[in-house]
């Protein structure tokens, strides 16, 4: 499958993908926001790039509602970058049908505030339970 030139700059990263997961191409915006080049990303399964549970989900809960339903929208995951640490994303699957080996595309926005408020949250509930058993301590001496 050839995407029109037009999709190597798009503003959403972009991953064609096989009906399994393993991506036949990547866009010029993915390679930019990930660090990844096009020969670290090609031929390699989707999930490698996803941090967290999201390998997991991908295989036991996307690919499979992605085969069911055709399209699934606004999928929270996190993506690793080259560099080191995750980029949070919001991604939509498309699943194409035919003979064509190139079957789902995937495209994502980056929504990084959504992952620095994310990980001000968790910090705040694990401060807030340390607080809790400190006083737990206190309170029962």
């Not at 009906?19 to 390699?44: C, F, H, K």
């Not at 055709?70 to 003979?99: C, D, P, Q, W």
Request: hydrophobic share 45%; aromatic share 10%.
């Amino acid at each position: 499958m050839n995407p029109p030139a037009e999709w190597a700059e798009s503003l959403v990263g972009c991953f064609i993908l096989t009906n399994d997961g393993w991506i036949l191409s990547a866009n010029a915006t993915v390679q930019r926001w990930l660090g990844y080049t096009p020969e670290e990303m090609v031929g390699r399964p989707v999930h490698a790039f996803l941090g967290g549970g999201g390998q997991f989900f991908l295989q036991s809960q996307i690919l499979p509602m992605l085969t069911l339903k055709g399209s699934l929208e606004e999928i929270y995951l996190r993506m690793t970058l080259k560099a080191g640490g995750t980029v949070a994303v919001l991604a939509n699957f498309v699943h194409f049908t035919g003979e064509n080996p190139a079957s789902m595309a995937l495209s994502f926005l980056r929504i990084p505030q959504r992952g620095r408020l994310e990980d001000e949250l968790l910090q705040a509930r694990k401060l807030a339970e340390q607080a809790s058993d400190a006083k737990t301590k206190f309170l029962g001496m």
